[in-house]
C-alpha cells in the first residue's frame, strides 16, 4: 500500500503530500478508510519543535476489505480507491492546512482524479453488506425508524439522538438485530443529546466527520 500511495502521490498531487503511516486496522468497521490526525493542520510551536507529537495516519478497514475480498474480485479497485479518498483528505490537512472535509477542495480534487480513470472516488463507501455482517449491535429512531449499527456498543441513548430528526433512540434486542431495516448509503452523524447540529458535533458514521482533540476523517 505504500507504494500505491507513493504511485498517487507522484500522479494527482505532484508529489507534494509528506510521508504517511498506513496501517490495517480491525476495530474500523463502519468505514473502509480513515485519515487520523493528532492536532490541527497549522501545528502550535511545540508542536514544531518536537514534530514526533504530530501523529497522522491512514487507516484500512482490515475485517471489511478481508471480507470484500471473499466476496468480489473488485476488491483491489476498491482498496485503491478508499486509499484515494483519504490521500484527498491528507491533501486537505498538509497542503491546504484546512480540516478534512467533503466541502468543495474535496470534491474538485475528486472529481479531478476520477476523470483519470484510474480511480473512482465517491463520498461514501459501497461496503454496506460488509458493515451489516459485522454489525452486533443496533439501535432505532423512535422518530424517523433509521437504524444504526455498530460492531461494539458505542451508542448511548441517554446521551445521543437520531442525526436526522434529534428523536431518541432505542437498543434493538439481538432477535430483531438481522431482521432491521437496512441503512441509507449514507447515515447521517448520530448527535449528542445536549448539542446543537453541528457537523463537529457529530460522530462517525460512514464518511462522516469526527473533529476533537483526534480528528479522524473517513
Not at 468505514?31 to 484500512?60: K, Q, T
Not at 465517491?122 to 454489525?135: F, P
Not at 424517523?144 to 460492531?151: A, D, I, P
Request: overall charge positive; charged content about 20%.
Amino acid at each position: 500500500m505504500q507504494a500505491e500511495w507513493s504511485g498517487l502521490n507522484e500522479r494527482y498531487f505532484a508529489g507534494l503530500l509528506p510521508a504517511i503511516a498506513i496501517v490495517w486496522s480491525r476495530r474500523l468497521t463502519s468505514s473502509a478508510g480513515m485519515f487520523v490526525s493528532r492536532g490541527g493542520p497549522r501545528p502550535r510551536l511545540a508542536n514544531l519543535i518536537s514534530p514526533h507529537r504530530i501523529r497522522r495516519e491512514i487507516r484500512l478497514s482490515e475485517p471489511l476489505l478481508t471480507q470484500l475480498t471473499e466476496r468480489t474480485p473488485h476488491a483491489e479497485q476498491e482498496l485503491l480507491n478508499t486509499l484515494a479518498h483519504e490521500m484527498i483528505h491528507q491533501w486537505q490537512f498538509d497542503v491546504l492546512k484546512r480540516k478534512p472535509n467533503h466541502g468543495p477542495d474535496f470534491l474538485r480534487k475528486m472529481t479531478e482524479m476520477n476523470r483519470s480513470g484510474l480511480v473512482s472516488i465517491t463520498t461514501y463507501h459501497s461496503l454496506q453488506k460488509e458493515v451489516l455482517a459485522l454489525a452486533r449491535f443496533a439501535w432505532r429512531c423512535t422518530g424517523c425508524g433509521r437504524v444504526y449499527r455498530r460492531q461494539r456498543k458505542t451508542i448511548e441513548p441517554r446521551r445521543h439522538v437520531c442525526g436526522a430528526c434529534r428523536s431518541p433512540l432505542q437498543e434493538l434486542p439481538r432477535l430483531q438485530l438481522a431482521a432491521a431495516t437496512a441503512p441509507a448509503p449514507v447515515e447521517p452523524g448520530i448527535l449528542p443529546v445536549c448539542s446543537t447540529p453541528h457537523p463537529a458535533a457529530q460522530l462517525a458514521l460512514n464518511w462522516d466527520a469526527v473533529t476533537g482533540s483526534d480528528s479522524l476523517v473517513p
